[in-house]
């Protein structure tokens, strides 16, 4: 039989291991945001939808419309469409859309275009209704939102 002074010392030892654990934790760094009111920044390996890449000499997007996205996207959730004006030595996009309901991440389109016009966001909070919302015009995005 258990005698009770020592359910008492138990119990008094229990109780402290616990309130060291917490404290040792208190002082610790947080690792935790209060998300959505703060937000992570993501690491470079971090794949979010993709997304197209300025030409930092014109601002402009660095896709000449190749279609070699279009055609090595194994989800077809690429479209591209693009025209070679006068006095350009090659064509540049005029549409780029993307289902992102269909994408799996894979990087062909990335790894595959000529100029590196392409990449992964780090946008991880993207959130929506109904699938439109995932439906991603990329030249769109480029003039509004990564300036
Ligand atoms: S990451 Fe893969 S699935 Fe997604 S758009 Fe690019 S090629 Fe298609
Ligand atoms: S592979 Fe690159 S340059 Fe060609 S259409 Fe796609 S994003 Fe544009």
Redesign the pocket.
Known sequence: MKSPIGEVIRGFMSLVTGMGVTIRQFFKPNVTVQYPHASLKMTGRYRGHIE?VRDPATGLS?????????KACPSDC?A?EGVKRDGEKRKS?TDFKVDFTKCSLCGS?VE????D??KFSRNYNLAGTSREAYYLDLLKRLQTENK
């Open positions: 197209l660095l896709c000449i419309a190749c279609k070699s996205c279009e690429i591209v996009a389109c595959v275009c000529p100029t016009a392409l």
